[in-house]
């Protein structure tokens, strides 16, 4: 028994260390067709594919010899090229990617050699005070401005008052675009408004000199701001008139007795309260941050109102005023 025991042993280390013999013919069609498998998913997507309905060995017949791998060392004459095919697929990314890499750093080249693309205003702050002066409708803006122009020798120009004109002016490409905003109460795109001021701003500095400007009623809109102090001149401070709606509605409907303003009628009114709410309140909330705005309560008599005024600006712009 124990003889019969250790040579069954025996035969089993036998079996571990004996390298195989050449595998039967079955196995090595078996191995074979799964290599073709492998090959046909993985590489040549045009090569024929296994029908479910045939045997291994059919398919394996089918085959031109070519593709045929029969011996177990895989490496020998009949194997098909598989790093080629490789290789094929590889190029065509190395080639896009050095086509990028190459185009992105043209780009980046050429952008260091352009001009940087910021605009220069024209006309500095330092040399030129604009105050901003901003309000509901009627809430005294031209009033107050009349004022200091009297005692302080500012120029005054109100964006209304300007697009009016241009409105009237003979064979103006915009006068009805702006005869429509104002009677709606909306707002007049902002390129023709800042023209309009810039224009504005340059003829008066030419013709007399002068380096102090009111602009009433602008800006309107944030958009109008940021444009307003990109390219023509940025402002010392926002001069704010608040006034509760009640008491602009009151002198509005006083005032279109005899303004023979489009706008100063109820409907009009009520639209330009809206814009004025939605879309110029934003514009003093910004500047209110920027620690730029100077509040004046306009609810009582022009002098009072003016009074306040003066005491809030002196205490702002010192011997800028
Ligand atoms: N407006 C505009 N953009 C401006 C200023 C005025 O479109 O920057 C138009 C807008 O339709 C406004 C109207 O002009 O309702 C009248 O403006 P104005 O300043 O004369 O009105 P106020 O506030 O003095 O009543
Ligand atoms: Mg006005």
Not at 89 to 115: D, H, T
Not at 118 to 145: N, R, Y
Not at 168 to 192: F, H, M, N, T, W
Request: some cysteine; aromatic content about 8%.
């Amino acid at each position: 028994m124990a003889a019969t025991a250790s040579g069954r042993q025996a035969w089993r280390q036998l079996l571990r260390n004996t390298p195989r013999g050449p595998a039967p013919k079955q196995q090595q069609y078996r191995s074979a067709f799964s290599r073709q498998i492998s090959s046909t998913t993985t590489q040549a997507s045009s090569r024929r594919a296994v029908p479910q309905s045939q045997s291994p060995s059919a398919f394996l017949r089918q085959q031109p010899l070519a593709q045929r791998s029969y011996s177990s060392g895989s490496q020998g004459k009949n194997t098909p090229p598989r790093s080629n095919s490789n290789q094929v697929k590889f190029w065509p990314f190395l080639i896009v990617i050095a086509l990028g890499s190459g185009g992105y750093m043209l780009l980046v080249n050429r952008r260091k050699e352009m001009p940087p693309t910021t605009t220069t205003p024209a006309f500095s702050p330092t040399d030129v005070t604009v105050l901003f002066v901003l309000g509901g409708p009627g809430a005294g803006k031209g009033t107050q401005c009349a004022r200091l122009v009297r005692d302080y020798h500012f120029t005054h120009l109100s964006a209304g008052d300007l697009l009016r004109a241009e409105q009237d002016r003979p064979g103006s490409q915009y006068g009805q675009l702006i005869r429509d905003c104002i009677k709606d109460g909306a707002i007049v795109p902002l390129e023709v408004t800042v023209a309009l001021l810039e224009n504005a701003m340059r003829d008066a500095i030419t013709s007399s000199g002068t380096k102090k400007f009111l602009i009433d009623g602008f800006p309107r809109k944030m958009d109008q701001a940021l444009k307003f102090e990109e390219v023509v001149c940025p402002a010392k401070l926002v001069l704010f008139y608040d006034c509760p709606e009640a008491e602009m509605e009151k002198r509005l409907l006083e005032r279109g007795k005899t303004s023979g303003r489009a706008d100063d009628n109820a409907d009009s009114i009520r639209k330009r309260f809206r814009t004025f709410i939605e879309t110029s309140m934003p514009v003093v909330d910004h500047y209110e941050k920027e620690d730029r705005v100077v509040k004046v309560d306009s609810t009582s008599t022009p002098d009072e109102v003016y009074a306040a005024t003066q005491e809030k600006l002196k205490k702002a712009l010192g011997d800028k005023l």
